[in-house]
């Protein structure tokens, strides 16, 4: 840092001379308009006006290549009588549930494993991060073909190798395995983001605390309840909003591997949108559907800023 | 932090001895070792399947389905030269690079004009762009489906880098600031003393410094865009023009018979690209991952 000095820094201030642009560039709110205007701009354009367009598309009767007029309430009115829309809106807070709770179960235990002392940590930790960052359709794709009713993987472990069922598990075939199988290809794809960050937060606790609490006499599992739970809370607010937000909103997994199928068992509210709206053509009715998702989804923003809040309280109202 | 883990690992050691080796292997190893295979076992799967000719790909009876007797790339073959693979991935690859570059660009300025021009309501910006991040594109492709139509960008790869920026800007913005925000501000002052525009200062001291920052957004954003699935879906109609991850899906599943060879080598050869860019960059991806996290 201290060979940076005013000595050694190349430019050659020459206010004099400089033109208006130069001038215009020093003064700070024009400074602060300009470099907020292309960050600003483009989420105004392509996120905050469609946000408030798909609420308006959810009161119109807009199809594919036709404008619609307003409707009032008639889109929502026709999805309350819809039985594939509740049947949807069950599945979505089932699937969000499950998943959640398996991947924060198995994600935590993860990151406590990984917490220890193992030979290969950093590598382990590099490749527990696959399924995260490969793409979802293509690992979607690989479990379609694990979940296949005729050449499954595991059913042939099952029935050939191992001898514990008789006959092959037709995975996507009936509405209950479907669904199950769907919930065990979230969880695989969502526990390493859980593991790592949850593992990011083990790493910020004091070993000292447990060598207190270890000459304290405290036992592992008191250790855990009193100690890393109770550290781990504000980090794991956070990371719990973003998984319950983006499993709310999965569309990929499920476009992938069922289509919604069978008979419409396994349809997320995403994907009932998609069906309805962009191959059906009724895009009001998709966006109902779409805007269906906000009251959860702001149910789970502000959760997540009060645990934020609640954080910035706990350290004393100073950043890290 | 490695003094930190050091001192644990050693803490460890002392106090519990009663943690024998065979009783470490069940409560540690073991579970380790099964979470790792569940967790590689479908790209295992995916490999081998690739180099699986048809005889073996459907016969479990006369051959071990985990191993691969014959490989074969006609599997590889075929996708490569008869689909038009190589233009998907182009696409992709153009894509993801534009909306990347745009992306950091964007969230550079955003994220300076934030952390150091010290505005009023710079913290309300702040936390607007981080709720930005909290909308999901499952609720805005719909309409954002009629404005890329009335644009007269359906169909064109434009559509996908103007619309990737809006999740990908909220997440670079919140992690520049955090990059930023561990810079010395004295820094900026001397060369501000020394007569230096702003504009110099971001370019001169600022960015120089924040490079493991940048390399972090611009690895996420690749990624992140590489992956995107829905927007692909909804604003490309023709074969040519479609990304690897829709094309894939849309254009080989054909049919009730599926290919699960070529499904299975596009999958791969799909995955490689992030994979191979993910494993130069993995530190910087753990740390944005959850520096954003920790934020």
């Known amino acids: 840092m201290s060979g940076v000095t005013s000595a050694e820094l190349p430019w050659n201030p020459r206010r004099a001379e400089r033109g208006w642009l130069a001038r215009l560039l020093d003064s700070k709110p024009f400074l602060i308009a300009i470099c907020l205007f292309p960050a600003v701009g483009l989420l105004l354009t392509f996120l905050t006006y469609p946000l408030g367009l798909g609420i308006w598309l959810a009161f119109t009767d807009t199809h594919i290549g036709r404008g619609g007029v307003f409707v009032g309430f008639e889109n929502f009115e026709s999805l309350w009588y819809d039985r594939v829309f509740w049947s949807a809106v069950f599945y979505t807070v089932f699937y969000t549930a499950v998943a959640t709770v398996l991947k924060f179960g198995l994600g935590l235990w993860l990151a406590l494993l990984l917490n220890e002392k193992v030979p290969f940590k950093s590598l382990i930790r590099a490749i527990i991060l696959m399924p995260w960052i490969v793409p979802t359709v293509l690992s979607a794709i690989t479990f379609w073909w694990i979940y296949d009713a005729q050449f499954s993987i595991i059913s042939y472990v099952l029935v050939d190798v191992l001898g514990w069922k008789d006959s092959y598990i037709d995975f996507l075939g009936t509405p209950w395995h479907a669904r199950w199988s769907l919930i065990a290809a979230n969880v695989w794809r969502g526990i390493p983001f859980v593991a790592i960050s949850l593992l990011a937060g083990l790493q910020t606790i004091s070993p000292s605390l447990y060598e207190a609490a270890l000459l304290d006499g405290a036992s592992p599992w008191q250790r855990f309840t009193k100690i890393t739970f109770p550290l781990l809370l504000p980090i794991l607010a956070v990371v719990l909003t973003f998984s319950v937000l983006f499993t709310f909103t999965d569309f990929q997994l499920v476009y992938a591997i069922t289509r919604g199928g069978p008979i419409n068992s396994t349809h997320l509210m995403a994907t009932l949108a998609f069906q309805r709206g962009i191959p059906g053509g009724q895009l009001g009715e998709g966006a109902a559907i779409a805007v269906s998702m906000i009251p959860f989804l702001l149910f789970a923003t502000l959760f997540s800023y009060f645990a934020l809040a609640r954080r910035k309280w706990q350290q004393g109202g100073s950043d890290e | ?295």
């Open chain 2, 1 to 295: 932090m490695s003094e930190a883990t050091a001192s644990k690992a050693g803490a460890d050691d002392d106090y519990l001895s009663w943690q024998s080796r065979p009783r470490r292997i069940l409560t540690v190893y073991l579970p380790l070792a099964c979470f790792i295979f569940v967790l590689l076992f479908p790209f295992y799967w995916m490999t081998i399947t690739t180099f699986k000719p048809n005889a073996e790909l459907y016969d479990y009876k006369n051959f071990n389905p985990f191993w691969v007797v014959e490989p074969t790339l006609a599997n590889i073959k075929r996708l490569l030269f008869e689909t038009s693979y190589p233009r998907w991935l182009m696409t992709t690859m153009l894509v993801a690079v534009c909306s990347t570059v745009l992306s950091i660009f964007a969230s550079v300025l955003a994220a300076y004009a934030i952390q150091r021009l010290r505005f009023r309501g710079a913290n309300a910006v702040g936390l607007a762009i981080y709720l930005a991040y909290l909308v999901p594109p499952s609720i805005l492709f719909i309409p954002l489906a009629t404005m890329v139509f009335q644009l007269g960008l359906f169909d064109s790869p434009l559509a996908l880098i103007l619309t990737y920026p809006t999740f990908l800007i909220p997440f670079c913005t919140w992690l520049l600031i955090g990059y930023f925000k561990s810079i010395p501000y004295e820094l900026e002052e001397c060369a501000l003393m020394d007569g230096a525009s702003r504009l110099q200062i971001l370019r001169r001291i600022t960015l120089p410094l924040a490079v493991p920052g940048l390399i972090s957004a611009g690895i996420f954003s690749f990624t992140l865009s590489w992956n995107e699935f829905i927007y692909a879906l909804a604003f490309i109609s023709s074969s040519e023009k479609k990304t690897v991850p829709v094309a894939i899906l849309t254009e080989l599943v054909q049919g009730d018979v599926y290919q699960w060879g070529s499904l299975m080598a596009g999958s791969l050869l799909g995955s490689l690209p992030v994979a191979i860019f993910y494993s130069f960059f993995v530190d910087y991806y753990v740390s944005s991952l959850t520096g954003a996290v920790k934020e």
